[in-house]
T-cell receptor, first 115, second 115 residues
Framework: AQKITQTQPGMFVQEKEAVTLDCTYDTSDPSYGLFWYKQPSSGEMIFLIY??????QNATEGRYSLNFQKARKSANLVISASQLGDSAMYFC????????????FGSGTRLQVQP | KAGVTQTPRYLIKTRGQQVTLSCSPI?????VSWYQQTPGQGLQFLFE???????NKGNFPGRFSGRQFSNSRSEMNVSTLELGDSALYLC??????????????FGPGTRLLVL
């Protein structure tokens, strides 16, 4: 079974509008971390935001926020006030259990911001 | 603080050759992980090193190997290259293996083309 599911292969958003990128995850471990990365066409994976399984509040980092719904096992990324530079691939990832496990990535969502 | 660096950035090889990729982690980070990214398979974990020891390994053939030096720099080697090894190879570092919540930071990647 897929550990991380990103159901939106591609999305379009108008500049200055908000956009939500979906991510659902599957784990039976009570301790886990959820991460979002941005990958521009250059290839580098840029860390955006993190949410821990025990965190009570949704994480926020500037224009990025994470809508964490633990019971639904979803960790959607919300980008407010989209900019042209936000056009990129976005990956949701999870690390389960102890720190010794590797990150598991979803298949990604390609976001295109239109002027 | 300097980020994760990878060399070379681009590489062209022919089938049957071998290749060595290098990764220097963020200062103070002792863990280095390697990932392979292809359009068909997405991001796949290769292995992770900490304190010069391989701590975790993905499902790749023995042609893929790595090592880590005492200064935490890491190298990845692929022997007897196949066409399917053409990919973006990403290196990532983090401080340690203690917690699932620890963020991994990625380098710019090495694009390998096997002809």
């Amino acid at each position: 079974a897929q550990k991380i599911t990103q159901t939106q292969p591609g999305m379009f958003v108008q500049e200055k509008e908000a956009v939500t990128l979906d991510c659902t995850y599957d784990t039976s471990d009570p301790s886990y971390g959820l991460f979002w990365y941005k990958q521009p066409s250059s290839g580098e994976m840029i860390f955006l935001i993190y949410q821990g399984s025990y965190d009570q509040q949704n994480a926020t980092e500037g224009r990025y926020s994470l809508n964490f719904q633990k019971a639904r096992k979803s960790a959607n990324l919300v980008i407010s006030a989209s900019q042209l530079g936000d056009s990129a691939m976005y990956f949701c990832a999870m690390r389960e259990g102890t720190g010794r496990r590797a990150l598991t990535f979803g298949s990604g969502t390609r976001l295109q911001v239109q002027p | 603080k300097a980020g994760v660096t990878q060399t070379p950035r681009y590489l062209i090889k022919t089938r049957g050759q071998q290749v060595t990729l290098s990764c220097s982690p963020i200062s103070g980070h002792r863990s280095v992980s390697w990932y392979q990214q292809t359009p068909g398979q997405g991001l796949q974990f290769l292995f992770e090193y900490f304190s010069e020891t391989q701590r975790n390994k993905g499902n790749f053939p023995g042609r893929f190997s790595g090592r880590q030096f005492s200064n935490s720099r890491s190298e990845m080697n692929v022997s007897t290259l196949e066409l399917g090894d053409s990919a973006l190879y990403l290196c990532a570092s983090r401080r340690g293996l203690g917690q699932a919540q620890e963020t991994q930071y990625f380098g710019p990647g090495t694009r390998l083309l096997v002809l």
